[in-house]
């Protein structure tokens, strides 16, 4: 008989190592408690992380300090200029201010000496509001396109647009009805000009839903369908709404857009 390397008087049997040995109830309690808190940290983790990084995507849209500078200045000059009008100054002579700073086609046709203002209505139209819902509906739309729009190009190129599509609101007025005695006022041309650069931009991101759809004809379905919102209540209501300039604004507000996609125009 053999003895083993240990002075047993006999081998180890081969089947022993077939043997699995499962863990003890007391090593397996110790296994769930490490691994369930071992969960518990990673979900921790994963919340901070998740709760940090929506904090840091994730601002207020209206916190004052989230707009940018022009749009913060346009929407005030807007306010300032109506308080003005409105607390500090008589009726007749505020419709006196409207005459003279807004913008009046027949100051140009009349064969009159143009007044000095004629060199600056075309501008200053637009910092003139005929009521306060005016006001409001025109800061409105002002501050949320002009923020979108100057987050992507800035507040000098901003700045240029708008001016550009105030001063082609004008001009188409102008075109259309050049011997209106009736002052044009309000931001509408600026606004509408920025109101087609976000359709257009938008019609045009990748990932945009209504953008995949129209993918065909590209943005212009949307920009053609809100070009005749602008004409046709326009033509119905009349003379009340300058829908020419909405109009103008908003043919050079896509022009511009388009000019500065193609590197064409730079502002």
Known sequence: MSTNGNGNNRDKDPDDKKIIKFPSLAERDKM??????EEQRWRKQYRQKSKAAHKANTQPFFKAG????????LIASFWIVQLSLYLLISAPDRYEIFQTFGFVPANYTNGAPWP????????THAFIHGSWMHLFFNSVM???????????FGARTTAIF???????????????????????IGASGGISGLFAAVIYISMTQTGNPLA??????GPWPILA???LLIIIPGLLIGQSVAWQAHLGGYLAGISLLI???KGRIKL
Do not use: D
Not at 118 to 123: D, G, L, M, R, Y
């Open 32 to 37: 769930c408690r490490e691994q369930h808190e």
């Open 212 to 217: 995949k759809r129209f993918s065909k004809h």
């Open 259 to 261: 000019g500065m996609k």
């Open 162 to 184: 708008f001016t550009l599509c105030i001063l082609a609101g004008a001009a188409l007025y102008f075109i259309l009805s050049p011997f209106s005695t009736l002052p044009v």
């Open 225 to 227: 369908f809100w070009a």
């Open 66 to 73: 989230n707009i940018p500078p022009f749009s913060r200045a």
């Open 116 to 123: 000095w203002t004629a060199f600056i209505s075309p501008v």
């Open 142 to 152: 002002g501050v949320v396109l002009c923020m979108f729009f100057e987050k992507i």
